[in-house]
């Protein structure tokens, strides 16, 4: 139990406190409410530090730091740590290059069913070319169509090409 509430009330405001001070701009603040957060295990608010270091404009950017937050953000079951971490790892962005932990890493954030087409997208290249995963067209061509579906007009371009 925290001073004046639990654990989870000491996350949610903190994380809430980080949202509200990053849409004032007061990055400062955010990243600050976003790291007390993120040190006592709320994956969410590891993952938003980790973007406000990845994207740079919110904070000198620093990707190896930006990687660390994604890693707690993925070993808290943050499917979006896990689809920025997947990301890194395939494009090496301060990391080893790993076309094997990039699968890995997409596969954990397609298990919780988020709604994002880089996802399905990425998903579709590793098939279609076998990085990280056996070369599969059918689940190249079933991930390019989600991601299609979902608005990604180079997964629709994939699609119609693999489908000819």
């Known amino acids: 139990m925290m001073e004046g509430g639990t654990v989870e009330d000491f996350w949610l405001k903190n994380h809430y406190a980080g949202i509200a001070s990053r849409e004032l701009k007061d990055y400062t603040n955010a990243i600050k409410y976003f790291q007390q957060a993120c040190e006592i295990g709320y994956a969410a608010s590891c993952n938003l530090l980790g973007s406000m270091y990845s994207n740079g404009k919110e904070t000198k950017k620093d990707i190896k730091k930006a990687n660390k937050y994604f890693q707690l953000a993925c070993d808290g079951k943050d499917a979006y740590g896990c689809l920025n971490l ?19 890493h997409f596969q954990q954030a397609k298990e919780s069913k988020i709604a994002e087409s880089h996802l399905y997208f990425m998903l579709g290249i590793m098939y279609l070319e076998g990085q990280g995963c056996r070369l599969d067209k059918d689940k190249a061509l079933e991930h390019f169509g989600i991601a299609c579906d979902m608005g990604n ?8 090409i693999i489908k000819q």
């Open 153 to 160: 007009d180079t997964a629709c371009k994939n699609y119609a």
């Open 86 to 104: 997947g990301t890194s790892y395939y494009y090496g962005e301060s990391i080893e290059q790993s076309y094997s932990q990039a699968f890995k």
